[in-house]
């Protein structure tokens, strides 16, 4: 079993879906978890009781990650409030899909605004931080769209790739100073959003796998607490797709 005792993992888009279930498996490992969330108070009121009832500190915080100077704040914030930070992870993220014929210009700088300068945001924000203790853990959440691209997904599918030029650029960055910085690609995982996926579309998607089953968020929690321990310290620059096959 992993160990992250006395670790601090910043987690962002941590109230719901993938963000909150790698938050509960870091809390169970024993890190403390300072979580972001933007306009979703409810959920992150629910998820901050659920880590709290497993003995470890945990706060959330509301920040619009697209927002240089938010992030950056916010992030000297948690430094003072929890005194260090060892792991960030990158998830948060938003959708406005559409084909490019219809998809609006504020449609298209929106979703790169999030899911792809937010993730330069949050990891400038941490990067002395990191370099001066000479270790660290960045984790980006990328996607199989980011590697196959996707129609419909012009925006999302260039943030997520984004992710992945960003994920070895830091890599190559902050390899000397003991801070490693990977991503994971999601494939078809079972969330609320898939979830509500007309029935045809799910069902071809399930046929393309060659598994046959969508994932589980713990399949994408169970691997960021990997990339975030110890046992990974010599794995940098690499993405990891969590898929069942289906990009292969």
Known sequence: MFELT????????????????IALKFADLGANIAFLHYGDG????????ELEAKGVK??????????????TKLVDEIIEEFGEVHILVN??????????LSMKESDFDAV??????????????????FMKKRRGRIINMSSIVG???????????????GIIGMTKSVAKEL?????????????????????GMPEKAREATLAAIPMKRAGEVADIANLAAFLASDEASYITGEVIRVDGGLAM
Not at 6 to 21: D, H, L, M, N
Not at 58 to 71: I, L, P, R, S, W
């Open 58 to 71: 945990t706060k959330a915080y509301e920040c619009n990650v697209a927002d240089f100077d938010a992030a």
């Open 147 to 161: 590697l196959t691209g996707n129609a419909g997904q012009v925006n999302y599918s260039s943030a997520k790739a």
């Open 175 to 195: 390899g000397s100073r003991n801070v490693t910085v990977n991503a994971i690609a999601p494939g078809f995982i079972r969330t609320e959003m898939t979830d």
């Open 112 to 129: 790169i605004a999030v899911n792809l300068k937010g993730v330069f945001n949050m990891t400038k924000a941490v990067y002395k931080h």
């Open 91 to 100: 998830n948060a993220g938003i959708v406005r899909d559409t084909l490019v």
């Open 6 to 21: 006395g670790k601090t993992a910043i987690i962002t888009g941590g109230s719901r879906g993938i963000g909150k279930e």
């Open 42 to 49: 409810e959920n992150a009121e629910q998820t901050q009781k």
